[in-house]
């Protein structure tokens, strides 16, 4: 196997990971404490807020966290792109 092969298989492997890495980054669900445990519903409007806006900002973390990951292996792919093409 040549250098462009090896380039070549390896960034269809990391674009293969980057795209499970976004696929998973946009399926991320707002969950709230009291889907996991139904005696935990909120008592007034406040503690609903409060449970909805938790679970939206760990919605967010987590799709950031995904994202920051797909971001990296999708530059890892362009870079065994560019080995390929140069090669």
């Not at 092969?5 to 399926?27: D, E, N, P, Q, R």
């Not at 679970?55 to 971001?71: E, I, P, T, V």
């Amino acid at each position: 196997m040549t250098f462009v092969h090896i380039c070549g298989i390896l960034g269809v492997i990391s674009g293969l990971v980057a795209a499970f890495y976004w696929y998973k980054a946009s399926t991320i669900e707002a969950k709230t404490a009291w889907d996991y445990d139904p005696a935990l519903k909120p008592k007034n409007i406040a503690e609903h807020n409060f449970g909805m806006v938790h679970a939206l900002g760990a919605q967010q973390f987590w799709s950031g966290y995904y994202n920051k990951r797909a971001a990296i292996w999708t530059a890892v792919s362009l870079l065994f792109w560019l080995g390929t093409v140069m090669g």
